[in-house]
């Protein structure tokens, strides 16, 4: 099964370009000088949108790892994150076509129970 370590690689790769913009609009929302004349919610919006990006990045690594790991748990939270990230044009939506195609298939539950490591 191949495919499920090549998707664990791309949702790792995913949680790193994920954690780019996080870390920079959570770091960078503090200092005020770049935004002079914005309303005074911007930073906070910035910095929670930067937290989200951050979350998603880490919840991204943690279902990559668990598929090249071949963790029982970790079909289903790459199959969730697949669906949420259908919406995110166009990487996003092309990472959770792959991800459903891999993983929601009606043998892929049976092929993926029999290759997990039991923890």
Request: aromatic content about 16%.
């Amino acid at each position: 099964m191949s495919h499920v370590r090549t998707l664990g690689i791309l949702w790792l790769v995913r949680a790193a370009i994920r954690l780019i913009p996080g870390i920079f609009l959570t770091s960078f929302s503090q200092y005020g000088w770049w935004w002079d004349g914005a309303p005074p919610f911007v930073p906070g919006l910035l910095r929670g949108v930067g937290w989200f990006f951050m979350a998603s990045a880490a919840a991204g690594a943690i279902a990559g790892w668990g598929l090249i790991e071949r963790r029982p748990w970790a079909r289903m939270l790459a199959i969730v994150l697949g669906v949420l990230s259908l919406f995110d044009f166009p990487l996003g939506t092309a990472l959770g076509i792959y991800t459903l195609w891999v993983l929601a298939s009606s043998s892929s539950e049976v092929e993926y129970r029999s290759i997990a490591r039991s923890v």
